[in-house]
């Protein structure tokens, strides 16, 4: 088998470093059970108000991704599929804390 080349080695490592970095972001913040872990589930019924549960929705948004881009770590193709994933998982999360009524 032959070895990689340098340039090879480096296009590897970036790859490697990628796809931890994406793992362990998304074992945080990317899954609704991943936000239920990390922040709690809440009451069934609900225990903020509609007023509340936008602002969480709107904090949980993955804004600390455009820092990634920001700082070179990440490309936009890259952080494109986290976001999608993590404002699905924001949304879900945030309407199973909003209290019933709120969610009609």
């Known amino acids: 088998k032959k ?4 340039r090879e080695r480096k296009k ?10 994406r793992t362990v972001w998304m074992e945080r913040y990317g899954t609704f059970q991943a936000l ?4 709690g589930a809440g009451s069934i019924l609900g225990d903020l108000s509609p007023e509340q549960t936008r602002r969480l929705y709107h904090t949980l948004l993955p804004r600390s991704l455009l820092g990634l881009y ?4 990440m490309k936009p193709e890259e952080l494109a599929p986290l976001a999608y994933n993590a404002r699905i998982a924001a949304k879900k999360y945030a309407r199973s804390r909003c209290i019933w009524t709120g969610r009609v």
């Open 12 to 21: 590897l490592e970036k790859k490697q470093d990628y796809e931890r970095r």
């Open 36 to 39: 239920q872990s990390t922040f």
């Open 70 to 73: 920001e700082m070179g770590l």
């Open 3 to 6: 070895a990689l080349s340098r």
